[in-house]
């Protein structure tokens, strides 16, 4: 099924913080515009207001500030310019049709019974970028596990050699350290022989430090309850050594300052029906455990676990139940313990930017590589936040991408655009399959409500324990110490009226894998192809959005449709 030119016009954002419809194109300006007014200290963003009322609040605002003690001139800027962006009421004239960009996406095929379809889609936004710099990690029967694969996406900074080291060799790594622990992951002979490269590297002084990592940081009791506390520490500790490896230097051009990159990556494993079931003696541990253990009271009835990774600003999204869960965490001078990390460590956040830059050229605060530069990289540290979530039926998408969807969607907005295409191209099937007529007639927007967007109840439900079987204690190493910061519970952001995270050719490299890639198909669609179709289709509207929205990265996306999605 393909889509007319005159679908592409029809595409809209539901807004999170003031709950309207708005085209891409609008959006940039939209969002200016809330921040302008909640920075002019209007409560609500969808407020109207004349010229002279905003001239009453700007003397009002400076008339507090002169009286300040600490008087600042930034803030008094910031005033200005938001007073000015409002005045000049100038509503974006500018289009752009989206049905003119062309970045055709590909299908992959798993051999997963939890998965449906998976897509990725990649534009390198041309007008602001000169280079693709993100690579994705699609890798089937992971460790010779059937119904285990192993998912990447890398967002590359400064060059694209960091990202392609990472998408190659951290998939290596990881399944090393899951194979020390559990024997059912199994290496090849190609994949041991690059391990066994590694040894000059990884040599035994600094085999000595990694002693960190099998070392429990609390009390027997507490290590119970941490079902997956191993597979954390896999992510960790192959997290560590990749940086390792980066500092190597390989294939970078310059002599100062090497490229780096943010990750997120997912490990999806389904769960075996012994374990699922459970025996009587399981299920009385079970009641023993109920509670202490999260995951004891969610073993039951799961059909398969997510282990996720992420560093940086890439993130994962999960759809449950219609509601976006947030699995990753934002690694970037937009995070207040971030910051406060970086500063108590005797690192420099500069004033540029909306929230500065690390040492004056980063924006993020965790990432794997940027070598070169000592004093950059004693702020930005490999250490992962890693979480463990069950799946079930209930379980509709999951969806990584890298940092230029982010800095102008937030969660919120990117599931409602999901639901919204996923469930337009289902009508032009069944519109198809009933009358064999154009389906281009019907509406494309299904009715959302602001119950399917607030996050509320979803922090409850994850919070609560029902849904979080582990989220890690990050793990932070330096020469001289190595801690546990307080343990991290699943987080989704921007709820309704908050702010955005982000204010928080074509080649790709990937690990060999049995993965076959093709084009998305365009031609007639059958019920077998229908979910891949529907994927690639997806994806490609989550990455014509943000490029119409004024997105100024590389844009990367890879959707899951998890087996929920039938019941949309």
């Not at 990649?122 to 970028?129: C, I, P, Y």
């Not at 694209?160 to 194979?179: G, H, I, K, N, S």
């Not at 300052?257 to 699922?276: A, K, M, Q, Y």
């Not at 995951?295 to 139940?321: D, E, M, P, Q």
Request: glycine content about 6%; charged content about 25%.
């Amino acid at each position: 099924i393909a889509c007319e030119n005159d679908d592409s016009k029809r595409i809209s954002i539901f807004c999170s913080a003031c709950q309207q419809t708005i085209y891409p194109y609008h959006l940039l300006y939209h969002k200016k515009t809330h921040k302008a007014l909640t920075l002019l200290g209007f409560a609500s963003p969808q407020r109207k207001t004349d010229n002279k009322t905003l001239l009453a609040q700007r003397q009002k605002l400076i008339s507090k500030l002169t009286k300040i003690p600490k008087y600042s001139e930034t803030h008094r800027q910031k005033i200005d310019y938001s007073f000015e962006f409002l005045m000049d009421n100038h509503t974006p004239t500018s289009y752009c049709d989206l049905a003119n960009i062309n970045n055709p996406s590909t299908f992959k095929e798993v051999n997963n019974s939890l998965i449906k379809a998976l897509a990725i889609c990649q534009d390198k936004n041309s007008t602001w970028q000169g280079d693709m710099e993100d690579r994705f990690i699609v890798l089937n029967n992971y460790g010779n596990r059937s119904d285990t694969c192993f998912l990447g996406l890398v967002d590359g900074s400064h060059g694209v050699t960091a990202a392609e080291t990472v998408a190659a060799e951290l998939p290596l790594l990881f399944l090393d350290q899951l194979a020390q622990t559990d024997s059912s992951y199994k290496k090849s002979k190609d994949e041991q022989q690059i391990l066994d490269s590694f040894a000059t590297v990884i040599k035994a002084d600094y085999r000595e430090k990694e002693k960190i990592f099998s070392e429990k940081p609390g009390n027997d009791e507490t290590d119970k309850t941490n079902t997956y506390e191993w597979i954390h520490k896999a992510y960790a500790k192959s997290f560590w050594r990749m940086d390792r490896l980066l500092r190597l230097g390989r294939n970078e051009v310059s002599k100062v300052r090497w490229s780096g990159c943010s990750l997120v990556t997912c490990l999806v494993e389904r769960i075996p029906s012994e374990e699922t079931d459970g025996t009587k003696e399981e299920e009385r541990k079970h009641s023993e455990n109920t509670t202490h253990s999260p995951s004891a009271r969610t073993a039951k009835g799961i059909a398969g676990l997510l282990h996720i990774a992420n560093i940086g600003n890439a993130h994962a999204v999960l759809c449950k139940n219609g509601k976006s869960h947030c699995l990753s965490k934002e690694h970037s001078t937009s995070n207040v313990s971030e910051r406060e990390r970086i500063l108590q460590n005797g690192g420099n956040i500069s004033i540029n930017e909306p929230d500065g830059l690390v040492e004056g050229y980063l924006r993020t605060t965790r990432g794997l590589g940027h070598h070169g530069d000592p004093v950059l990289k004693r702020s930005v540290i490999p250490v992962p936040h890693t979480i463990s979530v069950p799946i079930d039926d209930t379980c509709q998408f999951l969806i990584l991408a890298s940092n230029g969807l982010w800095e102008v969607l937030d969660y919120n907005e990117v599931l409602a655009l999901t639901l919204t295409t996923f469930t337009r191209y289902l009508r032009m099937y069944e519109s198809v399959q009933q009358n064999g007529t154009s389906p281009y007639v019907c509406q494309y927007l299904m009715p959302l409500t602001e119950d399917n967007l607030n996050d509320s109840k979803a922090i409850e439900d994850l919070q609560n324990g029902t849904e979080i079987l582990y989220s890690n204690t990050d793990i932070i190493f330096c020469d001289k110490l190595a801690s546990y910061a307080g343990q991290e519970l699943l987080k989704t952001v921007s709820p309704v009226g908050s702010k955005p995270l982000p204010q928080f050719e074509e080649d790709t490299k990937m690990h060999p894998s049995n993965c076959k890639s093709q084009t998305a198909g365009r031609g007639r669609v059958t019920a077998e192809t229908l979910y891949d179709n529907a994927a690639s289709y997806v994806s490609e509207q989550l990455v014509k959005t943000p490029l119409a929205a004024g997105s100024r990265d590389n844009i990367t996306i890879l959707i899951v449709l998890l087996n929920g999605c039938n019941k949309i």
